[in-house]
Structure formats: C-alpha cells, structure tokens
C-alpha cells in the first residue's frame, strides 16, 4: 500500500505534524466518495489541532476517520462509498471506526483547548488514519486532487479526553415545504460525564438551520445553532454544561424543498441530504473513548410526543451570523406562511 508523504513526521518527539494528503486523485463520476489512509505511530498518541487543505471548490466535504483496519491495501486510493454489500467500498475494515474530524465549506483550522486531547494509538484499536473526499463533479481530464489535512499531535497523556457524539436522522424530506423539522433525540446513557465544547451541523442543499440541546428535567440548554450553508467548522458550544447519566440530547433540522418536486432522502450523495448535529466533548473519564450515535427516522419521531417546552428558536436563524446569506438563498424573503415566520425575522 503506497501511503501519504509526510516530511513533517518526527516520531523520535513528543510532539510531531501527521500530514495526510490524497495522492493525486480522480474524480471519475459526480458524488464520488473516494478514501485514502495511513498507518500511524502505534504508541498512544493525541490529536491536538487540526488544519484542513481543501476548497469548497474542489470538495464537498471531508470526513477523517481513525480505523482498526481498512478495506484496501493495495491501491493508494479507492472508492469508499460504504455499500456494505461490498466490503472493497468501506471506510474501515475490521476493528475500530472512530470519528476524527469532519470538514466542509471552507472551514478554517480547529483546535482543542489546553489538556484536551483525541487518542488514538496505544491500546485504542485505533491503527490507520483515513480521509474520505467527496467530490461533487467529476474531474476533467488531467485533473487530479491532494486535498487533505494536518493533524498536530502530542505523546503527552492529556487530562481529558475528546470525542464525539453524533446526533442525527434518517428518513426523507417531501417536496414543496418551507420548514420540513427533522427531529431526534436519545437518552445519554454513559456513567460517566461529559462537556460539550464545540458543535458542527451537515446538510446539504435543503438545509436551512439545524440546532442541537441539552434537555434535563423538562428544561432545554441550547448547544448549538447554525445554518449548514456556512462554513461547516466546530463551533463553540452555545453554552458550557455537563451531560450526565439519564440527561437528553436532541437536534433538529430545518430543511426548506420548496424547489423540490420529489421526495429527498437521507443519503451519501449531493441530491440526497443529511440531517447531522456533531457534539465534540472532553471527559476525565480515561479509558478508551468511542463515538456514539443517536438515529431517528424523521417520518416517526417528533420532539411533540416525547417533550414539553420545546425551544422557539430551534428553527430561528436570527442571531447567527451570515444568516443574511441564507436567507438570500432560501428567498426567505418573500411570502412565508406562520409555521416559518420566525425565519424571516430581522437580524
């Protein structure tokens, strides 16, 4: 397997640069979703920051994955669209599958506050790093991409621990709605706690604004709230809270398919959509971390059967900035009927 160059890579340190690249690759159809990896250092190690290389312009989005395994070890890069009817098209291959970082949109450098750190490495099955690219066009001939990222990382055993908790939906949008809510939420079940520290919301074309909470004994602290069509980076959490045993985390999505006449389904490619809230989190809880998730079909679960006191700003987009963009975008503007009135309020 012919890996990322990476000149920047100094094992014999404490701290070091792991430059992951895609080696010169080719689009050859729209929506290709396209994986590169590398082997990392197997001592424990924690990712500190993280520094994108790539254009809104050249790719969609890209997701970077820690794995125990990989799907191929052949080719320097490969078609990674996970059709689990095919084993050659997945992500990671046996083992572990961690979320690292995500990016879209043009989103700047992140990092970590002090003493907190993502591990991999060491004992957390945790052995490749892989970037997955999709790109929205196919390339014209001769084109080719090394869209990638930097992570900094640290030997040094950090305090407190990152990881991710995803919060999403499955399901479908009809055509010809201003504000289609797509809702989920789960119990946090874990013993140990944790501290939200920055969220990032992912759609794709329809989605509007998505907002995510914490709910504890009936009353909900906003995480986050955002429109998918700005720099899609992790953004400070709205508010600093703990999440403990028996709490909820919900999110919402607004999707606007006005210009629609079919219906729109969750899915990997740009004609599809995605309802996605990330929560990134620290704890001091020390064993191996993994990420969670929590799925909801958007057709069958609605916030109104299970809660009371549901925010009215969860489908607002004042108070965020560039929403004037997105309201441009959507033609909020115009004509809107109640259920969408709080869109169009002024800035």
Known sequence: M????????DYDTESYNLTIRMPDAVSEKPDSLLCHAVRIDPRESYIVSYIP????????????????????????????????KNPETLVCDGGQKQVVFAWALDAPSFQFPKGVGLRVGGTTGINYIVIQLHYKEKFSPGRSDNSGVTLQMTRTRQPKQAG???????????????????????????????????????????????????????RWTELGRMSPQL??????????????????????????????????????????????????????????LEAQFCFRDAQTFH??????????????????????KVIEMFDLNSRLPEEVEQLQETM
Request: net charge negative; glycine share 8%.
């Open 164 to 218: 991710f908790y995803v919060i999403g939906t499955s399901g479908y949008i009809p055509p010809k709605h201003l504000a289609f809510p797509m809702e989920t939420a789960c119990e946090y079940t874990n013993d140990y706690p944790i501290y939200p520290i920055g969220y990032r919301t992912h759609s794709h074309n329809l989605g509007v604004v998505t907002s995510g909470y914490r709910i504890r004994d009936g």
């Open 231 to 288: 720099p899609e980076t992790f953004y400070n959490v709205t508010n600093l809270v703990e999440v403990k045993h028996g709490d909820v985390l919900a999110a919402r999505c607004t999707m606007n398919s006005m210009k629609r006449d079919r219906d729109t389904n969750i899915g990997p490619t740009n004609s599809d959509e995605m309802c996605n809230f990330y929560v990134l989190y620290y704890t001091y809880w020390q064993p191996n």
């Open 2 to 9: 012919r890996l990322s160059v990476c000149d920047d890579l």
């Open 53 to 84: 290389h790539a254009t809104a312009d050249v790719a969609h989005h890209m997701m970077v994955f820690g794995c125990g395994g990989i799907a191929n070890y052949e080719e320097p890069y490969w078609a990674c669209s996970e059709n689990y």
């Open 303 to 324: 916030w109104n059967d299970y809660f009371e006191n549901i925010p009215g700003t969860a489908s607002s987009l004042v108070g965020i900035s560039g929403a004037e």
